[in-house]
T-cell receptor, first 114, second 113 residues
Framework: DAGVIQSPRHEVTEMGQEVTLRCKPI?????LFWYRQTMMRGLELLIY????????DSGMPEDRFSAKMPNASFSTLKIQPSEPRDSAVYFC????????????FGSGTRLTVV | AQSVTQPDIHITVSEGASLELRCNYS??????LFWYVQSPGQGLQLLLK??????LVQGIKGFEAEFKRSQSSFNLRKPSVHWSDAAEYFCAVGAGSYGKLTFGQGTILTVHP
């Protein structure tokens, strides 16, 4: 398996623009997680899905952030409009069944909003 | 709800020295416990995990961790550190049938030659 695949690896955008981050989980995994990592706040859970259904989105910072999982092999995290404070590394992770199996993380998308 | 504390934000060791990174958790039942490593510019990689059985678990890259229920701890150890071990290390705890893990704040490891 190729692991969790995120795209793009790097994104630089201007303030006010829409940004879409993409994630392909490991085939067969039924949980998908979106995290944000910054120096100041560390690793933050934004939202997670189980069987394509959002379970907990309490970590989504504002209405500017939205996430979808239209099928078991694809998820997006969208920021509209983007702001400089959204600059961070965004990670996607997936897992199988309960937390005993741990997560497999993607390589992340480094977002810079200028 | 479960929680994880990594008391040390930053640790510096000399190459060849032994290493112990601390992790304390809070959870009412037997937790699932994990250590992840993140090298600069990379995602998090699973080092090892514990969910039952032998309380001393072996992982990749020569790391091991010991689950001590009486101390609510799951400390990570390595007998001899290599320069390539310089990274950030995260402890995480999972609970029961929920898929969600709770991560600690991380410990940054610096290795001096």
């Amino acid at each position: 398996d190729a692991g969790v695949i995120q795209s793009p690896r790097h994104e630089v955008t201007e303030m006010g623009q829409e940004v879409t981050l993409r994630c392909k989980p490991i085939s067969g995994h039924d949980y998908l997680f979106w995290y944000r990592q910054t120096m100041m706040r560390g690793l933050e859970l934004l939202i997670y899905f189980n069987n394509n259904v959002p379970i907990d989105d309490s970590g989504m910072p504002e209405d500017r952030f939205s996430a979808k999982m239209p099928n078991a092999s694809f998820s997006t995290l969208k920021i509209q409009p983007s702001e400089p404070r959204d600059s961070a590394v965004y990670f996607c992770a997936s897992s199988f069944r309960d937390s005993k199996n741990g997560y497999t993380f993607g390589s992340g998308t480094r977002l810079t909003v200028v | 709800a479960q929680s994880v504390t990594q008391p040390d934000i930053h640790i510096t060791v000399s190459e060849g020295a032994s290493l112990e990174l601390r992790c304390n958790y809070s959870y009412g039942a037997t937790p699932y416990l994990f250590w992840y490593v993140q090298s600069p510019g990379q995602g998090l990689q699973l080092l090892l995990k514990y969910f039952s059985g032998d309380t001393l678990v072996q992982g990749i890259k020569g790391f091991e961790a010991e689950f001590k229920r009486s101390q609510s701890s799951f400390n990570l150890r390595k007998p001899s550190v290599h320069w390539s071990d310089a990274a950030e290390y995260f402890c995480a705890v999972g609970a029961g049938s929920y898929g969600k893990l709770t991560f600690g704040q991380g410990t940054i490891l610096t290795v001096h030659p």
